[in-house]
């Protein structure tokens, strides 16, 4: 299967495509990027060709595309590889805002490609596990949620509004309520919160408290920032806490680490040692084409992380419940 890369502007894009670069059968045939530079690194880098023109990438014979762009150009992106029929793997959030996720998405279907949206948080063995309990009814029924997503401040254009879409809360939120949507598969009917800037002297979000209800009741929580320092020991977490009827448990992508001492920048590290969410990202990716049969995230679920990201600036900024 020939696979192409759009853009390097998130740091995503070298991690997938490494993990490509690990699949039976895969070859990465090109990456466009019209950052000049920064493209012909990585082709380096990835030892294939840099394309700073658009429309000849996509003439290329490939069956897919990862889409690592900035936020603000993830439609533009879509929307043009659609239409050279090519499937998709787009970083997240879908989109910046809801009108562009959902055309998104329609062009997909009217041009019959597969889009699937980058949650590699499903794919950490902790999550995945925890969801298989409480689909056979180890927890009872599932009363709450509690979730954190605490990192560092990206920089760069994560804190350029236009670009971004949004600081922390964008970035932080959406990973935590596609967990929560498919443990529970219902959706968020209602949203509040308080969105700041707490950490860092920038001019977006990078932290938010959340309260979320989901349509059966189900209450949640949430904690979105850039929280973290530069010299902490890991990147940072992403914990979820989901309390059933018949037992409580709380599971972290990340706590599978060990912790190691040196005398560099970091006295101390965690060593992360568990399977590589990326990889499994792109392998079932490359399946469900391979397989021809919908993604296991699909851009709806991107649309509706997305909707309550946004419901949640909504509600600080008027103070009032957000219905979904």
């Known amino acids: 299967m020939k696979v192409g890369m759009m853009s390097f502007a998130h740091m995503h894009a070298y991690s997938y495509a490494r993990e490509l670069?690990?699949?039976?059968?895969?070859?990465?045939?090109?990456?466009?990027?019209d950052d000049i530079e920064r493209g012909q690194k990585a082709a380096e880098r990835f030892d294939t060709t840099h394309y700073g023109d658009q429309a000849s990438f996509l003439e290329l014979d490939m069956d897919?595309?990862?889409?690592?762009?900035?936020?603000?150009?993830?439609?533009?992106?879509?929307?043009?590889?659609?239409k050279?029929?090519?499937?998709?793997?787009?970083?997240?959030?879908?989109?910046?805002?809801?009108?562009?996720?959902?055309?998104?998405?329609?062009?997909?279907?009217?041009?019959?490609?597969?889009?699937?949206?980058?949650?590699?948080?499903?794919?950490s063995g902790p999550i995945a596990e925890l969801k298989a309990m409480i689909d056979n009814g180890e927890l009872g029924d599932i009363v709450a949620f509690r979730t954190t997503n605490r990192g560092?401040?990206?920089?760069?254009?994560?804190?350029?509004?236009?670009?971004?879409?949004?600081?922390?809360?964008?970035?932080?939120?959406?990973?935590?309520?596609?967990i929560m949507r498919?443990?529970?598969?219902?959706e968020v009917t209602e949203v509040e919160a308080i969105v700041d800037?707490?950490?860092?002297?920038?001019?977006?979000?990078?932290?938010?408290?959340?309260?979320?209800?989901?349509?059966?009741?189900?209450?949640?929580?949430?904690?979105?920032?850039?929280?973290?320092?530069?010299e902490f020991p890991t990147w940072g977490d992403a914990t979820i806490e989901v309390i059933g009827t018949k037992q409580t448990i709380k599971v972290d992508a990340f706590q599978e680490h060990l912790l190691l001492w040196g005398s560099d920048r970091k006295s101390l590290?965690?060593?992360?040692?568990?399977?590589?969410?990326?990889?499994?990202?792109?392998?079932?990716?490359?399946?469900?084409?391979?397989?021809?049969?919908?993604?296991?995230?699909?851009g709806y679920d991107g649309l509706k992380s997305l909707?309550?990201?946004?419901?949640?600036?909504?509600?600080?900024?008027?103070?009032?419940?957000?219905n979904l």
């Open 182 to 186: 498919w443990y529970l598969n219902e």
């Open 64 to 82: 897919a595309v990862i889409v690592c762009s900035e936020n603000n150009r993830h439609k533009e992106m879509v929307v043009a590889a659609a």
């Open 152 to 178: 560092q401040n990206p920089g760069g254009w994560f804190v350029d509004e236009e670009q971004s879409g949004g600081g922390a809360v964008l970035d932080h939120t959406v990973h935590m309520a596609d």
């Open 197 to 230: 800037s707490y950490f860092h002297d920038v001019a977006i979000d990078d932290a938010g408290l959340l309260t979320l209800e989901f349509a059966n009741g189900v209450i949640a929580t949430h904690d979105a920032s850039w929280s973290r320092f530069k």
């Open 307 to 322: 909707e309550i990201s946004l419901a949640a600036y909504e509600a600080s900024q008027t103070n009032q419940k957000v």
């Open 84 to 123: 050279a029929k090519k499937h998709i793997l787009c970083e997240k959030p879908i989109a910046t805002n809801v009108a562009d996720a959902k055309d998104m998405i329609q062009v997909c279907e009217d041009e019959g490609v597969k889009l699937q949206i980058a949650y590699p948080v499903r794919f």
């Open 269 to 298: 590290k965690h060593v992360f040692f568990g399977n590589d969410m990326n990889f499994g990202l792109l392998y079932d990716f490359i399946n469900c084409i391979k397989e021809d049969r919908d993604p296991s995230i699909t």
């Open 21 to 33: 670069l690990k699949l039976e059968d895969v070859e990465l045939v090109g990456i466009f990027d």
